[in-house]
Every structure is written in C-alpha cells, then in structure tokens.
C-alpha cells in the first residue's frame, strides 16, 4: 500500500467540531452529511468526520469549567479501546461501534472520519487491562509522563515496548472493521506541552502508519494540532498525509493574515499524498457547543480571502459549519468549480511576493499551462495590488513571451480584464482577493 | 510563626536516598539514627529523613526498569493521604503511621523527616476521593496536566480551587500528628518537566508554608529538585527554609567541580532560616537500593573540597552515607568542629574569585570578626593557589590593616603558616582544599 | 576604597537625557545646576549628570534619520578618549576637557557626573592610535566583534590584552583630573546585543572598578542599559554602585506596572553601596531633544505611584525633568522629606502581596522601629486596597503585639486613619498609591 | 533568465580554503587549475575557487592570534570595491583585478570562482567614500550594527537605502566583467552572530540576486555558512543555487556522522538549480594555510562513506584537498564515474532509516527506473547492514514485483551479490558505505 495514493489530492469533506463541539450526536451527523450527499458531493466535497470526545459521557456538561472533564466516564472495550457513547451514538450500542454509522454515509456515497487522541486511556492503565493482540497490559505500555496539554484521558505509548504498536493495530483492525475511512489523531502533530521537544509522539505517527498499512484498509491519516514543525516536514511527508500548519485557526483576521506566513513557509511541501493542513473553515453558522452560537465573523471579503489562499496553496478543505443551515452565498464559495479545480491533480501555487499590505500567489496547472494570480489585500480600505507578469511567469517557472498580449478573468465574479504595462493589476477590497485565470488573447 | 525561626542555622542530618534508593525500612531508618545519636549528635547532627516511596508497595521490586513502578498500589487513606507502607514500616500499622518511628526518633534527641511528592496521588483522583474538611473531591482538585517528569504517582493540585489547600491541611495535620519536623518536598523547587515554567507549582509551595503554619508545629521545610530558580530567589526566601540549587548531586568530580558556580550564584542569599541547598553528601557507603553498593568515588581530597565548599557557603549539611558503615577517616570529616563552626550564627562566605584552576572563598565571623579564607585547586595535579589579602578582606567588608603580620592555621590539618608578601598560599593537593582561619602574630 | 562606600544611600540627581537626547549643552546644564542647588539640594538632591554624545560633532542633527549618526564626528585626543565637543561645551576648548563645568557644579555644592560608552571609539581602532600608558594601539586592543546594538561609536575592549585595562585607566585619570564624580557606564549592564550572552562585558565592568580604585577618586559607577541579570546581581553588587533593572523607562503606564515585576525581582538586593536602578523619572517637561517636547504622560496619581515606589524599594532617584521649568506641584512631589526618608541609612522594603489588581510593599526603619506600608491600585478605578497587619509585619520580620491599636498616617496627604479588623485599608485612585506610616494609639 | 539554469545538477570543483586558509595565490590556484584540468575536467568538476581574503594585504601573517587581522589593509578601489591583493594576485595589477586568472582558467575549459563577504568594507564606511551609480555614499548603505561575528572586515548594508543594491549591482558588473562564474557569499547563509535573527541577511541574499540578473552572466550564487535554516527553505530555492546545511565540515568523524542528520532533515529539498551544501571534501592533504599541513584524517572507510552520502544526496562536490597533491586512491575516489552519476539530472535520494548504529539510503533514476541502495554503518566495527526490499522501494516509490529476483552491484568495488529474504544486506566496515544499483536477475 502506498499511502500517498489514499488522497491524490487535498480532501474535501466536513468535521463536526467547529459547531457542535464535544457533543455532536448520531442524528446530527447524518442530517450533515444528507445535507453534503445532497448539495456539496458533486463538488468532490466526501469525507464526514466525527470530532472529539465520541467516547465520552456527559461530554459539554462542565463547559463553564472544562472543555474535557478530568476523570470522567469514557465508554471503553476490555482491552482500553475507546468506543462511541451509546447516549449520543445509538446505533453503537450492543458493540456495533461506528459501523453503522459509517454504513450510512457510505450509503451517500460519501466517506467516514473520527477523531482520536494519541495513546491508551489513562483509565485502562490505572486498571491494567489487557492488549489485544499482545502479551503486555495497559500499565505497561503507557507512559505516565507523556501527557497532553489540554485534554486528561489519554497516556501515549512508550516507544520501546511491542504492546504499544500490538495496542494501535487493535485501533485500527476495529476501525477498519467499522468501515472507517479517514483518521485525525490529535496531540500528536505538535505535541506542544513538550516546549523543548514538541516532536515527541515521532515513533506514535511511525506505528499509526504501521497500523493502517496492516489493517488493509486506505485510511487518510490526518495529523493535529499545529503548527507542524518545518524541520520535521520530511516526516510528515513519509508518515501522514495532511498535518496542521497552525494551531487551532478561528474566524479571526490575525489568525487569517498569520496564515499567510503559515503557507509561505510551507509552499514547496504540498504534492500527491503529502498536504500541509491550514485547518477547518470556519463558514456559516458556528459555536453552538462551545455555548456561543454565531455566524462567522469574516466578512464576506475575508471569507473570499480565506478560499483563495485554500485553493491556491491546495490545503485539504475541511468545512466547519452546521452544514444544515448553510446560506446561498455560502454554498456558492463552497461550490466555485473553477476555484475548486486548484485542487486538481497537476496543479501546484507558490507564493511570489508578501509584505504587510498584500500578498500575491502563483498557480500553474501543468497540462494546459494555465498561469493564475491570487492578488490579496492586507489593508482596511479597498487598494489596487499587481504584480509583473515577470515575476508572475518565473515564479512558476513559466514560459511568458514577451509582449504577449494577456487578458485576466477574475473567478469569483466572472470579470475579464487586460493585463497592462506588463502587470495583472486589481482593485482589492479590505481584507479581500482577487482570482485571475490568465489567458493570451 | 516565624518559619526563619524553624532553621536559624544551616540543618545538618541524615537521608536515606543515597544509600537505600526507594527501598528503606523501619529497622535500617532506626539503626542509623542509633549511629547518629551515639556518633555526630554531639556535632549538631540532628534530622533523620526517610526520603522518597514509603508508602509504595514493591518499591525497588523492577530496578531493572522502573525507580517508580508506574500505576502500582500505594498505601493511602480514605482522603487520599498516603501512609507509610507496613510491609516496610511494621510500626505504622493500624493506622499509627510515622507515629511511633517519629517517637523512637525523638527518645533519641533527634528530629524526625519525610519525603513528600507535591500534589495528590493519581489514584485518589482516579476514584474521586474526599478531601478532608472540604466538600471537594480529589478529582476536582488535581489538575491532569500538572505531573512530575520522573515519577507516575501524583497530579499537582489547582491554584483556584479551595480543596486544594484544605488537603494540604490535612497532610500536615496528620504530620503534626505524627511528630515530623522537616518535610522535604519534591517536584516542586524545579517542576523540570515544564521547561517553559519550571517555577509551575509556586502556589503549592505557598500553600505548604501556609499548610504549616496552620498546624502549629515548626516543620522545615525544605524544596526539591534544584536547579532553583535565581530569578524566585525572593520566593524561596519568602516560603521556605531551603532548597535544592542543583540537580541530583553524586561522587562526581564533574559535578562538584560545577558546584562552584552555583554557589557563586546563590552565595548572597545565605541568611537566617534561609538556606540554598547543595543537596546530599555522597560520603562513606552508598547506591545499595540502585544495585551498586560502593564507596562514595571521591577521593579523600574531594570529600575535603566538598565538605569545605558546603560549610564556608553554609549550605545544609544532609549525609548521604549509611552511616552505621562510616570508617573512622569519614566521621572524623564529619566532626571537625572547628570547621562546622562556620555554620553557626553570625558567620557569612563569599566568593573572592573564581576561575578554570582554582576558587577562593572568603568567610568571616562578626562576633570577634575572624576571616577564613578557602584555597581549592581544580587542577589535575598539586598546585599553589593563592588569594592577595587586600581581596579576601575587602570580600567580607573586613578591615586589615596595611602591613600587619598574620599568620593561617589550616583546619583540617591544624597546620600554621605564615602570610607573606600580602598573600595566604598554599600548595592544595588535585581538586583539594585548604582552609584557613586567619590571625595576628 | 570600598566602592560600597561611595554611595552609601540611594544617589539623587538630574540627568540630561529625558529632556536633552543628545544634544544638550553647556549653558543648559548650568541652569539645571542653578536649579538644583537652590531647589533640591536641601533635600539631598546633588548629582548632575550629562548623558550621551557630549563628544560628538552634530548630535541631533540627523534626529529624523538616526539618534547616533553613524560613523560621524567625535571629538577625540591623540590617544583615542572622548572629550566635550566644544561646539557645545566651549569651556571645554583647549585641553581643559569637563574641569570647568565640573569645577562650577561643584561651586554650587552639588556633584558632577557624565555618561560613557563602554569600549574605544572605532574611529581609534581604525587609525591605530596608541594608549596612553600602554605599548598597545587601538587596533590591538578593540574586540571587532563586540558592538553596541543602538550606537555605532565605540568597540568593546578585549579582556586578554593588557592595553584594556590600561585604556579605562587613561581614562579615569583624565575624570578624576575633571572632577567627575558620578559615571553612567552604557551597552554594559546588559549588552543586548548578544541574546546568548547579555553579559558578554563582564570583564570591562571588572576593569572600570579597578580604574576608579587606581584613580584614587571615589566615583559612583552606574550601569546601563538594563535589564540587569538577576544570575549575575551578585557581580554588580561586587564591582558597580548601581545597575538598570529595566530597560529605558519613561512615562507610560505599562512601564510603570512592569516595574512592579521588576522591585519584586531585586526587593532583596538592595543594601548599601548596591542599588537597583528604575531608571529616571520622567517627570515635568521632557523630550524636547527628540522633537517632541511634553509634559510628562503620567497621571499624578501615576506619579505618586512612581515615586511610592521609587523610594520604598530605595532606587536611586534620578529626575529626567528639565528643572527650570518644574511646577510647584511636581516639586512638591520631589521634596516631600518624609518620604525621601525611606532613602535613609537603615531602611528597607518588601513586597507583601501582588496581583494583577494591586500591590502593597511593607517599609522598615531599624533604629526606631518604624513601619511603612505602600498600597498601589492597578485599576482603572479607585478601589479600596487593604493588606492584613499579620502579613505587613511578618514581611518585614516586625513583631506586631495581638490587639495592639494602630493608625496609620499617609505620608502624601497628611491624612490619619485607624487600622479596623487587623488591616491597614485605604481607598486609592485609579493607579494610584497610598503610603503610610503606622504608629501605636 | 532563471536561475535555476545556471546549476541544473550540483555544482563539481574546487575551492581554495582548506589547503591554503586566507594566503592562496595566483600561481597556486593556476597550478590546481591545471590539474584539474588534466585529471578531473572530464569526469564533471569544473569549478575553480578562490576563497577569502584575496583583497587583504598581509593575510596568514598573523596566524597565531588571528585568522582575519583586525582593521588591515585591504586592497579597495574609489566605490569601496575589493580588489585582488596584488602582492599575491600580480596579473589583477593596474586595475585589470580578476579578468586575466579568469582568463587563463576559462582557457583550460573550466570556471571561475570567487569568494565574498556580504557588505561594504568598514573603511569604505568610515571614508564616506561614493557608491558607483548612486548618490549615495558608503557612510549612508553601511550599517554599523551589521556586522560578521568572525571577520572584521564589512558591515551589512541597510535594506532600505537605494545605494545598496546599487553597490551589489556595481560588483556585479566588476564580476561579469572579469569573467566570474560562481560567487560563494558568506556571513548570509546564517548570520550566526545574530542568534535570534540568523536570517537578518536576507534582504542581502535577494539583492545578490537581482544584481547577478542585472549582470547579464549566469553567475552560480553559492551561500555560506551553515547551518542554513529550514524555514528558510523556500527562500535559499528562490534566490540561491546552493547553501550550507552545516557549519564548516572537516575530516572529523563527528562532523560526518551528524551530515546524515543534516541530510536527512534537507532531503526534500534537492532539485534542479536547489542544492543543499554539506560544504568542502576535506580530502588528500590539507590545513598548509593554518600551520598544519595534514592528509586528511578520515579513514578510506570514512572517505567512501562520505562520497557516497554527498553523492546520493546530492551535494555539490567542491574539493577541499591541494589538487597537485592528489594521490591515486583519492583520485580514484573522485573519478567513479557510476557514483558521479547520481548527481546527473533524473536522480533523487531519499533516507529510508536511520539510528544511532546505521543508515540507508534509496536512489532512484526516473528514465530506466534504477534504483540504488546505500548502506551506511556508524559502529566502531564491521557490521551487517540490511535493508527490506519493501521498504527501499517504497522510498523512492518504485515498484518492485514481489518475489522479483534481484542482484545488487556494489559501485566502488564492483562486487556483485543476490538479494536474499526480500533485502540487500553487506557487511561494512567501521564507518564505512556501501553503494549498491539494483538489478533483475
């Protein structure tokens, strides 16, 4: 099995944390993912992913006081594997697991997700319990100092023991039995506790590789939280196939304009397989289990903004929005497909120019030749933002003729105009972008 | 209560970690206190401290692999109080503790101390216990994300919550109950885990100061594991009666060697009831619990250096050694009274200069306003080490009159020379010392 | 010489910088003399000192571009040593250096001080001009390497070259034959252009003391720029007078909350002949030399603060205003006797307590016993501040009889109020300070 | 122009520095050119280098206290442009600088290199002297804070002044003018004064750039030192052809052992006109310039391990060794044509594993699908290196039918062995490589 052929291209799917939080339910899932089969699937949008804590009772029930309750009940096989919460996961019950779940939106023709943290519960350690497949107990493989920062139920695994890799192919033998498609494990792409070694769960990504290639079934491995560690890309690239850039990333301008540098850092790192994660969209309606239900915050210009630099830095694009309640404004930026065709095999963008006012991308699509340029603007008023044709051209190492007569179609409005004084120029409102398809007249 | 009242002198006693590791009993802790109270009392040897792991069962039983074997039993009550543990204490049974080994201590006219990690066991939060005289419960008071870096028993405890200081309470309750004079308590001057926030458990240590106060008994307190931080010096000051200013200290040339510089670091915050620690003396036997019984590795030289670095600093003098096996050479370093005359009140040190072959410390007494001077030679061979008078008097603010006449007498070999041309020399043996006390002809 | 002696309470003075930058002249600082001598000196102001580029040619002139115009004009004898630009100091012309200035400061009873930058000029090393007292020229003995991060004038010496020492004596002969009472050594107390290594000048803090020891001239030796390193106060308690704890200060309030941090951090370094230095005060009329001539930002409740503060931690106290333009008000604040006396041999402060809302630091005067109490509010409100008598007196090891009735005067305002419920309570402005004295009933 | 033409494989030849330090001269550098030519030209090297302080009079002359002789003559003209020492470079006499060397080593079919300081001289600055095609002056682009941490010589130019690309442009158009075809920039790679900016060149790097574009030559930029910084690496690809990815190598086995750290961490990097450096093949003799003229201290086991790694890498090959001197092994050594191969156009190496006792490498050819292994053993004995078929070609991502019968040919000895148990195995010497291609039975 060659894990870069598991997503020959950035995936596009939904994830449930964004709105619902720790507490998304089944029901919630499918009326999500009815909604995407219905209105997001012809766009290549597939993946359904079930975000943290699906194994916990009483999830949400402290929000004023913790995000994850210390010590709480988690529901838990004989041998430490975490299993859905029946309150909430129904159709779990009686040892179904996910299946079910995972059947149904198969049914879609769309693909399952789950979150998982890195480790063994710290219960099953605290109880001994055995591992599958392994001679050693939980006591045994767990590693008492190796913790995460934020959340309380989990130890990782000990590099040296063969239960800790016996424990993870368990994970992933049942996974693989509930028709799981794509896994995002957390607390294990920076392991940011750890300052001076954020990097520490390295043999963890290693046996989660392993796991998946023993169980036989092409499971997208997707690694959280950021930011990744540029000194570790290559690892990332062996092991992974998308890992998060930044930390959790929000409907905040900062955490939008930071995202710039995020890309600029990581440009040359995106290909088959292998895709620098710039983390959900927070779009459309968001919050709720967090006690804070809003739309987003980005204006319609950041938001235009945000999809730009997505596409043209190729992230996989992961929705965060109640789905359900999506607006028409914002089901056409889901639904561009000219934009979403940056995507596309034989694409690939790298950044020409940044400073603190703007931002310019270039695009190549390597069959037609197509060139592209994301202008973006940094400023809080509308501004004119170019770039030369030249420095366009060599930064995607494109042939431009001199002279040649170029016009500029604009993606998200339809607008054509000509390329003068050898620029592709645009009027950019604040926090916005433009999105030019080049073409010789 | 004045707790610089508690330790108005440098404290000089006996631990068990050295010799013993995790594994003392009640008959060895009593046997050494026999050896002190017949041998170095006299001295000003006063505390007999069983250190860390006398509440675990099986303590030592996994040397091979583990010094702390994770997730093992613990003795503990039914408010999460650890309690020693009766196959190695017999005389805590039932439910007497370190009562009747505190009694037998002080028969002795000795001072009884223990080992305490900070925080609560893991276990208590695990099942929810009660914390004494508070309506909290163990899991709400211990923070999952607060663990020491080397030892899986415990989870540090929350600032903000109100149980957290009722269950230290109850700890030094129970202590005052049992008769214990000197805590010392680890994870705590150093949380060494968190490199980005080693000072992560300051409010426990204000807790414990204030823990103390409330139980009426003067307990010296005292922190481990160093390095302490330079920048909190104030807080120790403020908190405590001692701690660590390095790491483990062991029968390394190399470490000793290192000493210096931390001494010269913390030389200016030597005062009543506050003492920066240069941790163990690792003299006479040591290592049997760590599975390497040995003589300490220092030469006869070192154990000179160190015990004269340690007294003209003032630095808690705490053996190492099992003292019941102290060859006469030892015990006679041990009971130069002449020397630990330096400890006592009204005595201060410093640094004079310090370089890659030597180091000279002046001392000085302010009653009769004696000035001792320490010569140590880092070399690898005898060397003459030297100090210009003018210096060393100028160090501790001593007057010398131009041209008066003084002779040296060394301390450990009571040997007098003369100063010439200004100066105290010496020909100090490899990584020796020589101490001289000063005087008129 | 004990250098401890030169500066046996906190120095009180003026400095140039605040109001002058670069630029200021001789005629200037007579007038603040004159000031000072009929104003202040009474209440022991005495110091006057002139701040950076007294030597350079043009300073100021280029104040859009550069504060330090680089590789400029600097006025310079044949053995590479500063003297006054006589431009600007045209007493100074013909060899007679700063005699005559300091010879007038002195006339009016007050003491003269000027600032330097540690090293050569590099204008000396480029020319390899010798040093007086030394085989050795410039070029020998400047450090290449060892540059200021903010001023292009000077190189820092070598320590192994013996030119080194023999240079800073060349040039504390030629203070001494001034009359220079007071040097503000700069790039010294922490060269922060070297992150690794903001000591990186130890050795030319070495080499100044010895300078002033072999000038026979008891010169108080002020460090900058801070902030000074804790891991290295008992260095600058051993060889300077005074040292910056914080960067340059001026008047915002963030600075003045930060240095709360700071007092908190050195509260127990203080002692005679060893000042922490807060830096000047900005108050009155300052920055016409950086174009933009103000008066001070501060609230007067912020200078209440500052100068609460200032002297019950006993920072030398060293005014940034231009004096002849002093109101009565900010003149009152810096003649107010009893509070100065906080400066007073047998004084000294503590912090009690700190948080993010407010401070209060504890005062004690040894010989009758008196005890102060400061309460600072860091709201945006007035609010009510309170500390308990217990704390307040045990802080500063005061006995405090149980029940014993006190009030409380505060040393501002005049204003008596009693202590009710064991506290010492005041209503404060919105960063504000309250300072009391406390007496029996 | 694109400069990733300019290098489309990495760069072959030699470089002055580790033979001959500061001191070489024109008849020495023809004399290895000759060489060269005769021996080395046909197999690819082509590059001859003179490295630094060709403009310095009296280089080497101190050796014992300095490499770079503080505020020494330099050879410079009327803009504040290095020229070559006459005293050592007769032929650059009466202005003709580099053209007629260059001339004589373009005469022998090979290039021409050279060896510069980021900056402008610090006398330039200090004379204020005119900067070529600008009105501005040398005083004005130097910044004074700027500055090598090893070489005393230049000062950084400001990013913001015109003059300074303006001065790199008119060294530029003296370099196309001589007839250079490679500038090796130092103090640019990594600043490594500046330890919390060790980018702060970069505005440097990018104005090498236009100026060689401006320059009309296709003039190999090469930057330097190491370590260059991974997070950079999308800066290095854009504007240079290759950059240090160590400090300076030397024939020390630690130094080689840590390059497989290096090159693991940069092996994502390597491709057409982007070639990470692991600097100078300290082969054959070498050290004469710095008083210790020595052959090489690597073992021939090292010597192949070594060749082996900068080849399947990738690295430029620039030979550190007096060429004259060469011996036949060595020769032999730099003359394997079936290694040399790996760094034609169509390669690429990737690490498959690494520990502390070994590593393997994977080379792949894309036009007839070869594969290659090499087999690295770190042990202080020989060893059996394997590694899985499975594995290997899964690095490279090439298909390898399983149960495909395989026999691998070791390229420096020829040997020929079957692969057994789905792996190529060989038994390496101590610190020795073996570099097998992979063939079908």
Redesign the interface.
């Known amino acids: 099995m ?1 894990k ?1 052929k598991f997503a020959q291209t950035p995936p596009m799917g939904w994830n449930s944390y964004d709105y619902y939080d720790t507490s998304v339910n089944e029901e919630q899932v499918k009326a999500n993912a009815d909604y995407m089969a219905a209105h997001l699937k012809q766009y290549g949008w597939e993946y359904v992913v079930v975000d943290i804590q699906w194994y916990a009772y009483g999830a949400g029930s402290m929000r004023d006081k913790h995000q994850y309750i ?2 709480s009940k988690l529901e838990m096989d004989e041998y430490g594997r975490l299993l859905p919460c029946p309150e909430r996961f129904p159709s779990a019950a009686g040892g179904a697991g996910f299946r079910p779940l995972a059947d149904y939106i198969h049914s879609l023709g769309l693909k399952f997700g789950i979150h998982i943290m890195r480790g063994i519960p ?2 099953a ?2 109880q ?1 319990l055995p591992v599958l497949g392994s001679s050693q107990t939980a ?1 045994e493989i ?1 590693n ?2 190796s ?4 959340n ?1 139920d989990m130890y990782g695994l000990r590099r040296e023991e063969e239960g800790s890799q016996a424990y993870y192919d368990s994970l992933f033998a049942l996974y693989a039995q509930w028709g799981v498609d794509y896994v995002k494990c957390d607390d294990i792409c920076n392991t940011n ?1 750890y ?2 070694n954020p990097y520490s769960a390295a043999h963890e990504i290693e046996m989660l590789h392993k796991a998946i290639e023993k169980s036989g079934r092409p499971v997208v491995l997707s690694l959280s939280p950021g930011p990744a560690l ?2 570790k ?2 690892h990332y ?2 092991y992974a196939n998308m890992w998060r850039i930044t930390d959790d990333f929000w409907d905040k301008w900062e955490l939008l304009l930071n995202m710039f540098e995020r890309c ?2 990581w ?3 995106v290909k088959e397989g292998c895709f620098p994660d710039c983390d959900m969209l927070p779009l459309g309606f968001l919050g709720k289990g967090f006690g804070e239900e809003r739309q987003t915050n980005f204006t319609k210009d950041e938001q235009v903004t945000m999809m730009t630099l997505w596409c043209i830095f190729r992230s996989p694009l992961i929705l965060g929005a109640k789905m359900t309640k999506l607006d028409d404004w914002t089901l056409s930026l889901l639904t561009n497909q000219r934009v979403l065709d940056l995507l596309k095999e034989g694409h690939h963008g790298v ?1 020409v120019e940044r400073d603190k006012t703007h931002a310019v991308w270039a695009g190549r699509e390597e069959k037609e030749g197509r060139v592209y340029a994301a202008l973006f603007n940094f400023c809080e008023e509308e501004t004119e933002v170019s770039v030369s044709l030249e420095d366009l051209y ?1 930064s995607v ?1 494109a042939a431009n003729e001199e002279g040649a007569k170029l016009t500029a179609e604009e993606l998200w409005t339809g607008e054509t105009v000509e390329c003068k004084d050898g620029k592709v120029s645009g009027s950019v409102k604040a926090h916005g972008a433009k999105l030019y398809l080049l073409k010789k007249r």
Chains 1, 2, 3, 4 share one sequence.
């Open positions: 060659d870069n210390p010590f710290r219960a350690a605290q001994h006591d767990a008492p100092s913790i995460c920062g934020w309380p506790l300052k001076e540029i000194e890309a290559w690239e062996k600029e850092l440009q040359n790192h950044q060599a190492s």
